[in-house]
T-cell receptor, first 110, second 114 residues
Framework: GESVGLHLPTLSVQEGDNSIINCAYS??????FIWYKQESGKGPQFIID?????DKRQGQRVTVLLNKTVKHLSLQIAATQPGDSAVYFC?????????FGPGTSLSVIP | DVKVTQSSRYLVKRTGEKVFLECVQD?????MFWYRQDPGLGLRLIYF???????EKGDIPEGYSVSREKKERFSLILESASTNQTSMYLC?????????????FGNGTRLTVT
């Protein structure tokens, strides 16, 4: 498949284990944060979001944690499956701008 | 589910050609965006639109223009294609004003300019 990025940080995880993908954001005024998943040959797909008045939000098998003190965002994937292999982007948004992180490539080892 | 459809998955054009990339969304979203995605540079915003016939420059508008004659359709135009415009182009739409809701992306158009 097509590569969406070269020299991306890579995380390799055994199938069934939990994955944690980290993201540092830059703007203390950012108030809305999103995680996207991009599979090879496809566009980014929305996974989960969180607003700045929350510290944690859970979805199906995914949890996003927000630490505003250190401007850090993480995505936790429970019981990682081969279909989770993809590039994961965080995005921080403020009123007039969205900034995408460089992405992390998750590789699931069967 | 929101569907954002880009008319071509792959395009090969020659230097100097005028190139049209088309994007259609089916959820009546107000906002539409064009990004390009390059290895090592991530996603960069070219142009966006908050309403019909309205457009605003993003971070890298040089060499591009856009058209939004209908709410569901947002076109990216390369007036005179150059080799440095070889890239993956991603169209996106969103519901709320500004950046308070997630972007919904198409599957991209990989453009090669020779």
């Amino acid at each position: 498949g097509e590569s969406v990025g070269l020299h991306l940080p890579t995380l390799s995880v055994q199938e069934g284990d939990n994955s944690i993908i980290n993201c540092a954001y830059s703007n203390s005024a950012s108030d809305y944060f999103i995680w996207y998943k991009q599979e090879s040959g496809k566009g980014p797909q929305f996974i989960i979001d969180i607003r700045s008045n929350m510290d944690k939000r859970q979805g199906q098998r995914v949890t996003v944690l927000l630490n505003k003190t250190v401007k850090h965002l993480s995505l936790q994937i429970a019981a990682t499956q081969p279909g989770d292999s993809a590039v994961y982007f965080c995005a921080e948004t403020s009123y007039d701008k969205v900034i995408f992180g460089p992405g992390t490539s998750l590789s699931v080892i069967p | 589910d929101v569907k954002v459809t880009q008319s071509s998955r792959y395009l090969v054009k020659r230097t100097g050609e005028k190139v049209f990339l088309e994007c259609v969304q089916d959820m009546d979203h107000e906002n539409m965006f064009w990004y390009r995605q390059d290895p090592g540079l991530g996603l960069r915003l070219i142009y966006f639109s908050y309403d019909v016939k309205m457009k605003e420059k993003g971070d890298i508008p040089e060499g591009y223009s856009v058209s939004r004659e209908k709410k569901e359709r947002f076109s990216l135009i390369l007036e005179s294609a150059s080799t440095n415009q070889t890239s993956m182009y991603l169209c996106a739409s969103s519901f709320n004003s500004r950046y308070n809701s997630p972007l919904h992306f198409g599957n991209g158009t990989r453009l090669t300019v020779t």
